[in-house]
T-cell receptor
């Protein structure tokens, strides 16, 4: 079946640093989504991307839909302690309402 | 708006026991989903309901059944629980406008002994 490769698996950074993570696929997707999950909670949608090449920001978060439609990137600028959590990418490639999720990037921010 | 609610939050079962996980949404969404989340893996789709009255299998449906009771409620049933079903279960919903943007509930943490 379709798979998303998300990297890195985990990151441990200092407060104030910038963060980058990405997802790649062997298949083409027509939508990319980025979610954040905090401990004991469900994933919360951060950014949705619908067009190849699209660059979208949500506060300190910026995500891009790769030109090849097989990858996406999420950047977090000037990280703060509340950025801690697991970040998931998800792709949608048709079929009926089926999202494919990456395994997640676990982010820890040291004050 | 409460969004997507799930009950119970935690559950421990013995092998062979049955139980139903409940999910409700108050956003008037058409489509609802059940996922499971296991350590080191992304969410995997168990079943989904594109609209009231319809249900379809996802990636990992074996051992589960679902019921779309009405537009608001979508339940997941384990008829005979197995240790392999120990997981965190998430319900999600989406409107017809943006099928891709799914809203998730807080999850049910299930342990099968």
């Amino acid at each position: 079946g379709q798979q998303l490769n998300q990297s890195p698996q985990s990151m441990f950074i200092q407060e104030g640093e910038d963060v980058s993570m990405n997802c790649t696929s062997s298949s083409i997707f027509n939508t990319w989504l980025w979610y954040k999950q905090e401990p004991g909670e469900g994933p919360v949608l951060l950014i949705a991307l619908y067009k190849a090449g699209e660059l979208t920001s949500n506060g300190r978060l910026t995500a891009q839909f790769g030109i090849t439609r097989k990858d996406s990137f999420l950047n977090i600028s000037a990280s703060i302690p509340s950025d801690v959590g697991i970040y998931f990418c998800a792709g949608f490639s048709g079929g009926y309402n089926k999202l494919i999720f990456g395994a997640g990037t676990r982010l820890a921010v040291h004050p | 708006n409460a969004g997507v609610t799930q009950t119970p939050k935690f559950q421990v079962l013995k092998t062979g026991q049955s139980m139903t996980l409940q999910c409700a949404q108050d956003m008037n969404h058409n489509s609802m989903y059940w996922y499971r989340q296991d350590p080191g893996m992304g969410l995997r789709l168990i079943y989904y309901s594109a609209s009231e009255g319809t249900t379809d299998k996802g990636e990992v449906p074996n051992g589960y059944n679902v019921s779309r009771l009405n537009k608001r409620e979508f339940s997941l049933r384990l008829e005979s629980a197995a240790p392999s079903q120990t997981s965190v279960y998430f319900c999600a919903s989406t409107s017809g406008a943006n099928y891709n943007e799914q809203f998730f509930g807080p999850g049910t943490r299930l342990t099968v002994l």
